[in-house]
């Protein structure tokens, strides 16, 4: 029996600044990993520790793998300090990753906020890939300032696929910047979506995933259209530490993508 807890050693290629506390690191893994969109690895760095992170890369792309991560702790800060060359450790994929069967016929709308973006971005290479099976694609993302925005290069890009409308906004005013301006809440007011035949995927800190949730329903989403990502407290991925249980749930089982329906009227949902 292949043992869970033992990782795939995998080499760092490169490191992409992204903002000043955000990189993404382009990782080759010693044999090849599948993962579907949403699903998380956890990144091993020797000597430190480990921590759950989804992949930001294409699930079309097994032989290397990109993950972007935000400097909040001692593995993250390791793992900034790092240059190219040295080696990492990788396990899983674990989880059920985004439910995109649901999905096919459907509008889809991607709510980010800030580093949320990241684990978004695999979903949103298979959306882009498989855009003829979708209506359309909305995507809605914010951070506080500009240089808090991930992967500004790749607006341009985004923006001139068909069937995607891509919009970005900044919490306050700011030199230069000629955007929106106000939380990504406001990005959902008179939203040009086929409510009843449409599913939201929503991924940034928990205040934002409370408020944005709530304006969903406000505007007539249902519970059971809305998918969270609740990335938190996940340490062994196997359903055994208990560490992300929250109600009858393990996140790093059941999710980290859990349906709004089956969760909503658990105490403390939104941490």
Request: charged share 25%.
């Given at each position: 029996?292949e043992?869970?807890?033992?990782?795939?050693?995998?080499?760092l290629?490169e490191?992409?600044e992204?903002?000043?506390t955000?990189k993404t690191?382009?990782?080759?893994?010693?044999q090849?990993?599948?993962?579907?969109?949403?699903?998380?690895?956890?990144?091993?760095?020797?000597?430190?520790?480990?921590?759950?992170?989804?992949p930001?890369?294409?699930?079309?792309?097994?032989?290397?793998?990109e993950?972007?991560?935000?400097?909040t702790?001692?593995?993250?800060?390791?793992?900034?300090?790092?240059q190219?060359?040295?080696?990492?450790?990788?396990?899983?994929?674990f989880g059920?990753?985004?439910?995109?069967?649901?999905?096919?016929?459907?509008?889809v709308?991607?709510?980010?906020?800030?580093?949320?973006?990241?684990p978004?971005?695999?979903?949103?290479?298979?959306?882009?890939?498989?855009?003829?099976?979708f209506?359309?694609?909305?995507?809605?993302?914010?951070?506080?300032?500009p240089e808090?925005?991930?992967?500004?290069?790749l607006?341009?890009?985004?923006?001139?696929?068909?069937?995607?409308d891509f919009t970005?906004t900044?919490?306050?005013?700011?030199?230069?910047w000629k955007?929106?301006?106000?939380l990504?809440?406001?990005?959902?007011?008179d939203?040009?979506i086929?409510?009843?035949n449409?599913?939201?995927?929503?991924c940034?800190?928990?205040?934002?995933?409370?408020?944005v949730?709530y304006?969903?329903i406000?505007?007539?989403?249902?519970?059971?259209?809305?998918?969270l990502s609740?990335?938190?407290?996940?340490?062994c991925?196997i359903?055994k530490?208990g560490?992300c249980?929250?109600?009858?749930y393990?996140?790093?089982?059941?999710?980290?993508?859990?349906?709004?329906?089956?969760?909503?009227?658990?105490?403390?949902v939104f941490?």
């Amino acid at each position: 029996m292949e043992n869970p807890y033992l990782p795939v050693e995998a080499e760092l290629l490169e490191v992409v600044e992204e903002t000043p506390t955000i990189k993404t690191f382009v990782l080759k893994p010693a044999q090849p990993i599948p993962f579907r969109a949403g699903q998380f690895m956890q990144l091993t760095v020797p000597g430190v520790g480990e921590a759950p992170f989804t992949p930001s890369s294409s699930p079309y792309e097994e032989e290397r793998m990109e993950i972007t991560i935000l400097k909040t702790g001692r593995v993250t800060e390791a793992l900034h300090n790092l240059q190219p060359g040295v080696s990492l450790g990788l396990r899983g994929p674990f989880g059920k990753g985004y439910p995109v069967e649901k999905f096919v016929g459907k509008e889809v709308l991607i709510v980010g906020g800030g580093v949320g973006l990241a684990p978004l971005r695999s979903l949103l290479y298979y959306l882009f890939a498989n855009l003829d099976k979708f209506k359309k694609v909305s995507i809605k993302y914010g951070a506080r300032m500009p240089e808090e925005l991930c992967f500004q290069k790749l607006y341009p890009q985004w923006e001139k696929l068909e069937k995607v409308d891509f919009t970005v906004t900044i919490d306050v005013p700011a030199p230069g910047w000629k955007g929106r301006v106000g939380l990504v809440t406001t990005l959902l007011d008179d939203l040009d979506i086929d409510l009843k035949n449409s599913y939201v995927v929503s991924c940034g800190p928990e205040v934002m995933l409370k408020f944005v949730t709530y304006k969903l329903i406000d505007i007539g989403f249902a519970p059971e259209q809305i998918y969270l990502s609740m990335n938190r407290n996940m340490s062994c991925g196997i359903g055994k530490c208990g560490r992300c249980i929250i109600g009858k749930y393990f996140l790093c089982k059941d999710g980290p993508d859990m349906c709004y329906a089956d969760i909503k009227d658990i105490p403390g949902v939104f941490g």
